[in-house]
């Protein structure tokens, strides 16, 4: 799953720094007045409004590939991080090792101890 989410991140930051060029590419809706009295765009290539028809079209199928990158890594690590990782998930199973008791009761000289002794977990 390491390759996958490798691929679905180029393809994210490709298509956000791609509509951040488109986004500055295309004109403002101010401009198409200049280009209705005669402001020279209807001799390019696309026409007088077919850039801004491409450009606005390729903006919103890299707008989609965006979204679609964005919940795709969502869901990948969200069912990357559904593993325990906890440190209280990884002790409840370690909990049926063979881990020898402390008892605290009796010490070497045989007096009482003021400390308490831990319950016992069998």
């Not at 390759?3 to 991140?9: Q, V």
């Not at 991080?81 to 009796?106: F, G, I, Y």
């Amino acid at each position: 799953m390491n390759l996958l989410t490798s691929i679905f991140t180029v393809v994210h930051l490709v298509a956000a720094i791609a509509i951040v060029v488109l986004v500055l590419l295309q004109q403002g809706k101010g401009a198409d007045m200049g280009a209705a009295f005669g402001g020279g765009s209807s001799s390019s290539v696309f026409g007088s409004r077919g850039s801004a028809t491409f450009l606005s079209r390729v903006t919103a199928g890299l707008a989609a590939v965006f979204f679609v990158t964005g919940l795709s890594l969502a869901y990948i690590y969200t069912q990357q991080s559904a593993t325990p990782r906890s440190v209280m998930a990884t002790e409840n199973a370690s909990e049926s090792s063979d881990v020898p008791s402390v008892d605290t009761a009796d010490q070497n000289d045989g007096t009482q101890s003021d400390i308490p002794a831990a319950p016992s977990t069998n």
